[in-house]
């Protein structure tokens, strides 16, 4: 079987210290017409980013040199790398560890041992959802305001009190959606809808909790306006109704 012509030339970059495992990935995503880079330890992976920016990464979480963990967290803390999805290829199976993955700062996480057709389908729809992000036009000009928060979807842009945020793109387009409808509660399953779309169903629940999460620490002052409602979902709130008094 082929990809579809929106997924050539896409570059994955595979970081694992396992060889098999490694080869095994590389041949089952160059089948589908991707582009497959690889590394054994993160030092490897720095360099082949510098080199050639890859449009994916698979990324394992123990390895000789840094943790998987840790690279995760610092290519999301860098302006130039923050946007590329990583997907958590880990033997680490506990509850606390995908939670600790996802609030690393990856989109997806996969244990091992693992079916290379689900891997292959969770790439294709990272992949999808980046491509459909950036050819998506965006139905206003201007920012979507929401207190100090500002949404400038044409510039995939977001700032809070006029200083500039660093969002994974899965974190933008949850603000985005919330954004899109103040006050009203979206699910965990709305979420999901909106966000990954024809995917929704490769992705759990839990996951959009730590994407959440992630999403809430980093709007600093502005952390209070996404609001948890226990049981349903979240929302993001406007300044006068989280300052009412019937909400006190």
């Not at 579809?4 to 495992?21: F, K, Q, R």
């Not at 000009?141 to 793109?169: C, F, N």
Request: proline share 5%; net charge negative; with cysteine.
């Amino acid at each position: 079987m082929t990809t579809t012509s929106s997924h050539l030339n896409a570059t994955v970059l595979v970081v694992d210290d396992e060889t098999d495992l490694m080869h095994l990935v590389r041949y089952n995503l160059q089948k589908e017409g991707l582009n497959v880079l690889c590394a054994s330890d993160a030092a490897s992976a720095k360099k082949l980013i510098q080199q050639q920016r890859p449009d994916l990464m698979i990324l394992d979480w123990m390895m000789p040199d840094q943790s998987g963990l840790e690279l995760c967290r610092q290519l999301k803390s860098q302006p130039e790398t923050a946007a590329i999805p990583v997907i958590m290829l880990t033997a680490r199976s506990a509850e606390g560890d995908r939670i600790a993955g996802f609030e690393s700062g990856a989109e997806d996480y996969v244990v091992k041992p693992f079916s290379p057709k689900e891997l292959v389908l969770r790439v294709k729809a990272l992949l999808n959802r980046t491509q459909k992000e950036g050819a998506t036009s965006t139905p206003w000009d201007g920012p979507l305001m929401i207190g100090p928060i500002a949404i400038y979807p044409a510039e995939y842009r977001v700032t809070v009190d006029g200083s500039p945020l660093q969002l994974t793109q899965i974190e933008f387009d949850i603000l985005k959606t919330l954004a899109m409808a103040p006050n009203r509660v979206h699910s965990r399953e709305q979420i999901l809808t909106a966000v990954w779309q024809e995917d929704a169903e490769l992705v759990l629940d839990r996951t959009v909790d730590a994407h959440v999460k992630r999403l809430r620490g980093k709007l600093a002052s502005a952390r209070d306006l996404l609001e948890t409602v226990r049981g349903v979902g979240y929302r993001l709130v406007q300044v006068s109704e989280l300052a009412s008094p019937s909400l006190a």
